[in-house]
């Protein structure tokens, strides 16, 4: 496990809260350059989606407008993303990451070494926050959330970072389920199509805004899937009318429960965009402040609403405070966490 340098975190988000109000389109210039949005999903995923969304906008927020493309890095549950951006990728503001909530929480979350330290990186924001479920199959034999620890349900994951992985392992460790995760789909398009076609009996992470914007059938009453439960204390105000269980319901030991804040709470930036650590602090904040003006841009929230996201901005700050804070906690509680996840 590499080392954390909180003290080198915590220096470059001062300067750059201090540069924030000092930075001017003078000081940082893409003239001539393309900005690359490498992204952890295969073509048709959400993730993918999200940053297509961003580079048809972002770049008129920019100094000199530069032209933005998007690559597909899957791998790795998109921990293959952020070990690149964080020691390939060039430090000139050119490369621009997206990965999941569970990769920037990888060193608490994985047994195996992580090359990166998601403390280091200069967060950018999010598109929304959003409220992942488990659900399953009409045909599966789990119907409901104590279904799930007395029988085995098969769930469909893109590798061992991702929240796809994570999430189920995680409750497997903590409250006695018996997910099987079947790793190796690239992203969440394959694995709703191996759950249409039988392969997987469900899927433990993906969003209920993801559901309406690219499975509007899957919605109704009479879909062949079935909510088990919403993997959030505070749960979706739509689903909650529905009576669907939350984290709540089914983890009622107060220091299981600050365990489960710690993983599910990245939710709150679900799939975060990121910079290198050691770009200038100016780029940084440039990129930042063309983030904020892109997502309150009429033609950019009608361009979301057209493909059916829905956009709740969640912004660099709070994202460096969850990390922060995630980082920070006592070491019984992150032992606890890593003996878990590592078993």
Not at 167 to 174: A, D, H
Not at 178 to 186: A, E, L, S, T
Not at 196 to 225: F, H, L, Q
Request: proline share 5%; with cysteine; glycine share 8%.
């Amino acid at each position: 496990m590499i080392h954390l340098n909180r003290r080198l975190a915590v220096l470059v988000l001062a300067c750059m809260a201090y540069s924030a109000s000092n930075v001017s389109a003078q000081t940082v210039a893409f003239e001539g350059k393309t900005i690359s949005i490498v992204n952890s999903s295969s073509p048709g995923g959400g993730t993918d989606a999200q940053s297509r969304l961003v580079s048809r906008h972002i770049g008129k927020y920019l100094p000199d407008k530069p032209s933005i493309i998007v690559r597909n890095m899957p791998g790795a549950g998109g921990l293959l993303v952020a070990s690149y951006l964080y020691n390939s990728a060039p430090r000139d503001g050119t490369v621009i990451g997206l990965f999941s909530d569970t990769n920037a929480l990888a060193p608490l979350l994985q047994s195996q070494k992580v090359e990166f330290d998601p403390t280091r990186f200069l967060w950018i924001g999010s598109l929304t926050s959003y409220t992942p479920l488990l659900f399953a199959s009409r045909s599966s034999k789990a119907q409901s959330f104590s279904d799930t620890k007395k029988t085995v349900m098969s769930v469909g994951a893109s590798g061992a970072g991702s929240v796809s992985s994570v999430y189920p392992t995680f409750l497997n460790r903590l409250v006695g389920t018996r997910f099987n995760v079947i790793n190796g789909y690239k992203g969440s398009a394959d694995i709703n199509l191996a759950i249409e076609r039988g392969e997987v009996d469900g899927y433990a992470a993906w969003c209920w805004t993801c559901i309406k914007a690219n499975k509007p059938e899957w919605v109704s009453v009479d879909a062949p899937i079935k909510i088990l439960l919403q993997l959030s204390f505070d749960g979706d105000p739509e689903l909650n009318e529905r009576q669907i269980p939350r984290l709540g319901d089914v983890i009622t030991e107060q220091q299981d429960k600050i365990l489960a804040q710690i993983v599910f709470g990245g939710a709150q930036m679900a799939r975060p965009f990121a910079l290198p650590p050691g770009v200038d602090v100016n780029i940084a904040v440039a990129i930042r402040k063309a983030f904020k003006g892109m997502v309150v841009d009429p033609g950019f929230l009608e361009d979301a609403q057209r493909i059916g996201e829905e956009i709740h901005p969640v912004y660099a700050e709070w994202i460096e405070r969850f990390i922060t804070s995630a980082f920070s906690a006592d070491k019984a509680t992150i032992a606890r966490l890593r003996t878990l996840m590592s078993e």
